[in-house]
């Protein structure tokens, strides 16, 4: 992870709750960064819930570490795939993007005003950073004359026999008609990202909404035994 004045800092040199040699602190440390100068962009607000430079890098892992390690471990054998936190909107952009200088592919960039809410939209945007990766390895899709398509994990992708299995059963779920709110209702990837986003957050609500999604992540994604095996 970054450090506030844009060097890349190693575990030792982070706040105290930054010790933690956990996989998902591993992914953040790998790929999640810092807009420069974040907090002067911000809204004052914003400044009053977060009081120094790294406060919203600690909100996000916050957010993520609910996240299981076997998928953090996969996340990180992608070249592609980074967090971005930044005074703009929260959103997924596949593709190619330049942070601090630096020339990445498939960025979930995070709202800084997101995070200070603690609101879903941090990790609804994680969720398509997953999908895409778990589908296609975060690859674009070429030109359309090529005959080809790497799909997302709700397209029908899937990198694994497994992940590809489990990935077909979405678009039915989602014909169902449970989504847990409005977002998730309005397409596949969102119902998708969105009912990760609860899954993290409030498991209870998720179920009680959409039960059927929320088997599916049990089963899946938060299941040790599904990731045995797989190779990608």
Known sequence: ???????????????????????????????????????????????????????????????????????????????????AIHAAGSYYAPGPAVIRQRRVQNVAFVSVEDLAMD???????????????????????????AGLDPAWLTDGGGLSPQLKSAGARLPRLFSLGYAVDDVASSDVRNYFAQSLAFYCRNRRHLNVGDPQIYKWFRSTLWNEAFWHGQRF
């Open 119 to 145: 609101n879903e939209r941090p990790l609804h945007v994680i969720g398509h950073l997953i999908d895409h990766h778990l589908g296609c390895a975060g690859r674009p899709a070429p030109a359309k004359a």
């Open 1 to 83: 992870m970054s450090s506030p004045d844009g060097s890349d800092s190693r575990m030792q040199r982070q706040p105290a709750n930054y010790q933690q040699a956990s996989r998902m602190h591993a992914w953040l440390q790998a790929r999640a960064r810092l807009e420069s100068r974040l907090l002067i962009q911000a809204p004052p607000w914003v400044r009053g819930v977060f009081d120094h430079a790294w406060a919203p890098m600690r909100a996000l892992a916050r957010q993520t570490c609910c996240l299981p390690e076997a998928l953090c471990d996969r996340l990180l054998e992608f070249d592609t795939g980074y967090v």
